[in-house]
């Protein structure tokens, strides 16, 4: 099989533009309501060890997600399963379990996992935008040993610390700082 590298540049856009359509300048973002504004219904209930589920029919998508997680969990969840709905044609239903394990490889990806790291790029793109955390004047300051900066954003944002440091260290990476 001929490794494929996730799709960075075009999934971030896809993510930019989503936020440009839907008009949002600021944190947290409305998850839900990109959700919808994509056609997809979100509904909520108790999916025992699944975080999500994606159903795709004629009538339209829907996200199933796990009520029973933490809530920005659930809107991490909603956003990865919006990425495979916009980047992943094909499957009528789609699980999901733990896809964060796909989180740490990152950079070995291949087939299945692949479509699990672009999702989790989507999620973090549209949940942790590169222009509203670039312009918030304590994602710039960078330091990423600062854990009460790390959580005042990562609340602000509505996403777990541990996602929002992952953001952060990508960004500082490619700042080459
Ligand atoms: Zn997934």
């Not at 955390?133 to 509505?158: C, F, W």
Request: aromatic share 6%; proline share 4%.
């Amino acid at each position: 099989m001929t490794p494929r590298r996730p799709r960075y540049t075009y999934i971030e856009k896809l993510a930019d533009r989503l936020l440009d359509e839907a008009g949002v300048t600021k944190a947290p973002v409305p998850v839900e309501r990109l959700a919808r504004l994509k056609g997809c219904r979100v509904v909520k209930s108790n999916l025992k060890e699944v975080s999500g589920i994606l159903f795709r029919s004629d009538e339209g998508a829907i996200i199933g997600v796990n009520d029973g997680h933490a809530p920005t969990r659930q809107r991490f969840t909603i956003a990865h399963e919006l990425g495979h709905l916009l980047l992943h044609a094909g499957q009528e239903v789609h699980y999901d379990k733990d896809y964060r394990v796909s989180l740490r490889t990152e950079e070995s990806s291949t087939g299945t996992n692949l479509e699990e790291v672009e999702a989790n790029f989507f999620a973090a793109s549209l949940l942790m935008p590169d222009r509203l955390l670039r312009s918030d004047p304590r994602a710039s300051q960078m330091d990423i040993e600062n854990e009460e900066i790390i959580l005042a954003l990562s609340r602000a944002y509505g996403v777990s610390a541990q996602a929002m440091t992952h953001r952060l260290l990508r960004m500082a990476r490619r700042s080459g700082l």
